[in-house]
C-alpha cells in the first residue's frame, strides 16, 4: 500500500513525451486525420497536452508523497513555506498584472503557472527510484519517436524527400499538433538527454541502464531523421551549438585537469564523427533543401532581425508598455519569448516573476541534489539544454507552450538528478 503513490507518481511521467492534445474548449481530445483537418474549423478552442496534466498530476502526487514519505520524497517547500509564498509573492504578482499591465485571465495563468508548479516541485530521494522515472519516459518517448519514424517512412514516397506539413505532420494519418512548432523542439530536449546518458554510461555511471543501449543508439538515429525531416531551422541552431559547447567545454576540461582517459578520448571523438557523418548526409541530401534554400535567399533567420529592429522602436516609442506591460492591448507579434513577456507585463513584471522562479530553482536544486563527482560535466549538458532554451525563446517562443515547458522540467532534472548523481540517497532538509 505505501507503494501507491510513488508509482502513481512514476506513471505520470509515461504521458509527458506525448504530443496528445485535449481541447478544453470543446471538451474533446485533438484527434483528427491530417487529410481532414482544417486549421479554421478544427483549431482548438483551448489546447492541453496531455503531458501537461500528467505533469501537473505528478508534482500533487509527488509533494503528497513529500508529506506522507518524507524520507523517499523532498519538495522545495513545506506547506507553511507554500501559504506565505503564495500570500506574499504570487497574489502581488497576479494583483500587479491584472490591474497594472491589464492581463488577461489566459495570459495571466499562463504567467504564473510555471512559478507555481515549480513551487510546488518535489522528487525522488532514492536514485533507485529516479532511474525508474527516467526509464518510463525514454520508454515511452522511445516508442512514440519509434513509431512516428515508421509512419513517415511508411508515407513518404522517398524518406530522404519529406514533406513536413504532410508526411512529417502525422502519426499514421492523424494529425500531430504543434508538429512544427514545440513538437521538433521537444524532440531536441530528448536528443540532448539520450547524448548526455550515453556520455555518463561511458563514465561508469548508471550500470542498470548498460543493457538498454542499444535503444538509446537507435533513439539517437530516429531523433536526427525526424529532426532534419521536419525542415525546421531552429533544429539545425540548436544542433550547432550543442556540439561547439560539448566539443569546446570537454576540450577545455581536459586541458585544465591535464588529462584524459582513452575512453573519454574515444566518446568523444565518436560524439564527433557523429556530428560531421550527419552533417554532411544532412546537407548532401533533399532534407536539407528548406534550410539551403532559405540561406540562398538570405531568408534563414525568417525576419527575425528585422522583428527585433520593429521591436526595438515600438518600445522606444512605448515607454509606459516597457515599464509596466500592455497587457489587453493588441499583440505585436514579436516570434519572441522574452519580448512578448516585456509586451504583457513590462520588465517590472518581467524581473518580478522570473527573478522569483529563479530563486525557487536553486532552492530546488539545493534540496534535491545528492550530489555528483563529475559537477563539469553536468555543467556541459545543462549549459547545453540553458542555450536550447534561450534559442527557442528567441526564435519561436516554444518556452511559452506548455508541450515545450514541461518536457524541458522533466528533461532537465533528469540531466541534474540522475544522469550524474551519486549512487546515494543522502536526505536533506527544506
Avoid: W
Avoid at 44 to 67: D, K
Amino acid at each position: 500500500m505505501n507503494n501507491v503513490l510513488p508509482t502513481l507518481y512514476k506513471l505520470m511521467f509515461v504521458f509527458i513525451p506525448l504530443p496528445l492534445f485535449y481541447d478544453f474548449g470543446r471538451l474533446s481530445f485533438l484527434y483528427i486525420r491530417l487529410e481532414d483537418y482544417n486549421s479554421i474549423v478544427d483549431s482548438p478552442l483551448i489546447p492541453m497536452p496531455i503531458g501537461a496534466v500528467s505533469f501537473f498530476f505528478a508534482i500533487i502526487i509527488g509533494y503528497i508523497c513529500s508529506l506522507a514519505y518524507p524520507q523517499r520524497f523532498k519538495s522545495v517547500l513545506t506547506p507553511a513555506k507554500l501559504f506565505v509564498f503564495y500570500l506574499s509573492i504570487v497574489l502581488p504578482l497576479a494583483l500587479y498584472a491584472t490591474f497594472v499591465s491589464g492581463l488577461s485571465l489566459p495570459r495571466l495563468a499562463q504567467l504564473l503557472l510555471p512559478m507555481v508548479f515549480i513551487s510546488l516541485l518535489s522528487f525522488p530521494t532514492y536514485i533507485q527510484d529516479r532511474i525508474s522515472v527516467l526509464k518510463l519516459t525514454l520508454l515511452s518517448a522511445f516508442v512514440y519517436y519509434t513509431a512516428h519514424f515508421i509512419s513517415v517512412l511508411y508515407t513518404s514516397a522517398d524518406f530522404l524527400r519529406v514533406n513536413p506539413n504532410h508526411e512529417f505532420s502525422n502519426i499514421f494519418g492523424i494529425l500531430i499538433y504543434q508538429s512544427l512548432v514545440s513538437y521538433p523542439a521537444v524532440m531536441s530536449l530528448y536528443f540532448f538527454l539520450s547524448l548526455g546518458l550515453v556520455y555518463a554510461m561511458s563514465k561508469g555511471l548508471l550500470p542498470e541502464l548498460r543493457k538498454y543501449k542499444p535503444y538509446l543508439y537507435l533513439l539517437i538515429f530516429i531523433l536526427l531523421y525526424l529532426l532534419a525531416a521536419s525542415g525546421r531551422r531552429a533544429f539545425l541552431v540548436e544542433f550547432i551549438s550543442g556540439f561547439l559547447i560539448i566539443l569546446i567545454l570537454s576540450t577545455l576540461l581536459g586541458i585544465k585537469v591535464r588529462f584524459v582517459k582513452k575512453k573519454t578520448v574515444f566518446y568523444l571523438s565518436l560524439f564527433l564523427c557523429l556530428f560531421t557523418s550527419f552533417f554532411i548526409f544532412y546537407i548532401n541530401t533533399p532534407l536539407s533543401e528548406r534550410v539551403l534554400t532559405s540561406i540562398e535567399e538570405n531568408t534563414f533567420d525568417s525576419g527575425r532581425v528585422d522583428i527585433l529592429g520593429n521591436a526595438l522602436d515600438f518600445y522606444s516609442s512605448n515607454l509606459d508598455v516597457l515599464l509596466l506591460g500592455g497587457g489587453i492591448k493588441d499583440a505585436p507579434g514579436f516570434h519572441n519569448f522574452v519580448l512578448d513577456q516585456i509586451y504583457r507585463v513590462g520588465i517590472i513584471g518581467l524581473v518580478s516573476v522570473y527573478l522569483t522562479m529563479v530563486l525557487l530553482v536553486r532552492k530546488f536544486i539545493k534540496t534535491i541534489d545528492i550530489g555528483t563527482d563529475y559537477k563539469n560535466h553536468r555543467y556541459v549538458f545543462v549549459l547545453v539544454l540553458l542555450i536550447s532554451l534561450f534559442l527557442q525563446s528567441m526564435i519561436n517562443a516554444s518556452v511559452s507552450q506548455p508541450y515545450y515547458f514541461v518536457n524541458f522540467l522533466t528533461v532537465i532534472m533528469f540531466i541534474y538528478f540522475i544522469l550524474f548523481s551519486r549512487d546515494n540517497s543522502i536526505q536533506k532538509t527544506n
